[in-house]
């Protein structure tokens, strides 16, 4: 806590509520963060936010090299200065959202990893953002709300869009809790170090994604009903049409949405896609 503040009042800097900023001041979940990325001499991590560079730094010592992603002019000029002499970070003042990850480690052979500690009000467009590249990393390991990580490590009977939508891509566990207390300003929530490793086999090919994900959407559309009602509902079809696609699956017409795992919604997509209904 106090290098934090000591840090900040040096460069006249404070955490921007804008930027949904959170300092962890917390180094034993800062340990955790790194060894749940798993690095090695041998691997590339792309951090996302990096603040202040604790993170940073732990990571410059774990893996081969570290590309900083930083929003904030003040701490992007801060970080830049401060990792000049280290060969192996390079610090990118630019909106992660607006950066491909391809272009990202276009000299890393297309082999990386995500690190980091992501403001809350853009948690889901992070995840989406590296998950849905045709260059995925090999795994993600992220510090976020704790009530997201729960529901996007959701299993049948609690899932939703958002488990569907990562668990598509990988397979996701809760590595530990992070009380609000491990950041500086406080949040008003706990958070959660989330690990995601990305499928070496994709679910589904990677190209029919929106068809399977136009299901998905129609599937949720209206939670407390019955399948055939959501999915007539959302795909604007007769539920007579709805109906003969659910025996295909092998899913029973009662079910709802929550319900299915991951390998039943893969089922019933390959059932519409047969049938050329998406």
Same mark, same amino acid.
Request: aromatic share 6%; hydrophobic share 45%; charged share 20%.
């Given at each position: 806590m106090?290098? !934090?503040?000591r840090l900040?009042?040096?460069?006249?800097?404070?955490?921007?509520?804008?930027l949904?900023?959170?300092?962890?001041?917390?180094?034993?979940?800062?340990?955790?963060?790194?060894? +749940?990325?798993?690095?090695?001499?041998?691997d590339?991590?792309v951090? *996302?936010?990096?603040?202040?560079? *604790?993170?940073?730094?732990?990571?410059?010592?774990?893996a081969?090299n570290?590309? +900083?992603?930083?929003?904030?002019?003040?701490?992007?000029?801060?970080?830049q200065?401060?990792?000049?002499?280290?060969?192996?970070?390079?610090?990118?003042?630019?909106?992660?959202?607006?950066?491909?990850p391809?272009?990202l480690?276009?000299?890393?052979?297309?082999?990386?990893?995500?690190?980091? $500690?992501?403001?809350?009000?853009? !948690?889901?467009?992070?995840? /989406?953002h590296?998950?849905?590249?045709e260059?995925?990393?090999?795994?993600?390991a992220?510090?976020?709300?704790k009530e997201?990580?729960?529901?996007?490590? +959701?299993r049948?009977g609690?899932?939703?869009?958002?488990?569907?939508?990562?668990?598509?891509?990988g397979e996701?566990?809760l590595?530990c809790?992070?009380?609000?207390?491990?950041?500086?300003?406080?949040?008003?929530?706990?958070s959660?170090?989330? /690990?995601?490793? *990305?499928?070496?086999?994709?679910?589904?090919?990677?190209?029919?994604?929106?068809e399977?994900?136009?299901?998905?959407?129609?599937g949720?559309?209206? $939670?407390?009903?019955?399948l055939? $009602?959501?999915?007539?509902?959302?795909?604007?079809?007769?539920?007579?049409?709805?109906?003969?696609?659910l025996? !295909?699956?092998?899913?029973?017409?009662? /079910?709802?949405?929550?319900?299915l795992?991951?390998?039943?919604?893969?089922q019933?997509w390959?059932?519409? $896609?047969d /049938?050329?209904?998406?």
């Amino acid at each position: 806590m106090r290098q !934090t503040k000591r840090l900040l009042s040096a460069r006249d800097a404070r955490a921007k509520k804008s930027l949904g900023q959170h300092f962890l001041v917390d180094s034993g979940v800062l340990r955790k963060i790194v060894a +749940a990325a798993e690095l090695s001499a041998h691997d590339t991590v792309v951090e *996302v936010g990096p603040g202040l560079g *604790v993170l940073t730094r732990e990571l410059a010592r774990n893996a081969g090299n570290v590309i +900083a992603v930083e929003l904030d002019d003040t701490l992007a000029l801060m970080l830049q200065n401060a990792f000049l002499e280290c060969d192996n970070v390079r610090v990118l003042h630019d909106d992660i959202l607006r950066c491909p990850p391809s272009d990202l480690i276009a000299q890393a052979g297309g082999c990386y990893k995500v690190v980091a $500690n992501l403001p809350y009000y853009i !948690t889901s467009s992070v995840i /989406r953002h590296f998950l849905e590249s045709e260059c995925q990393p090999e795994l993600m390991a992220l510090m976020l709300q704790k009530e997201v990580a729960r529901v996007i490590t +959701a299993r049948p009977g609690e899932m939703s869009l958002l488990s569907v939508a990562v668990q598509l891509y990988g397979e996701p566990r809760l590595v530990c809790s992070v009380p609000a207390g491990s950041f500086y300003p406080m949040p008003k929530v706990d958070s959660a170090v989330l /690990r995601i490793t *990305v499928h070496n086999k994709p679910l589904i090919p990677l190209s029919l994604a929106p068809e399977f994900f136009r299901l998905v959407r129609a599937g949720f559309c209206a $939670n407390r009903k019955q399948l055939p $009602n959501s999915l007539a509902q959302g795909l604007n079809k007769p539920k007579e049409e709805i109906l003969p696609l659910l025996e !295909t699956a092998g899913i029973e017409p009662r /079910r709802r949405a929550e319900t299915l795992s991951m390998a039943e919604w893969v089922q019933l997509w390959s059932a519409f $896609n047969d /049938r050329g209904e998406l």
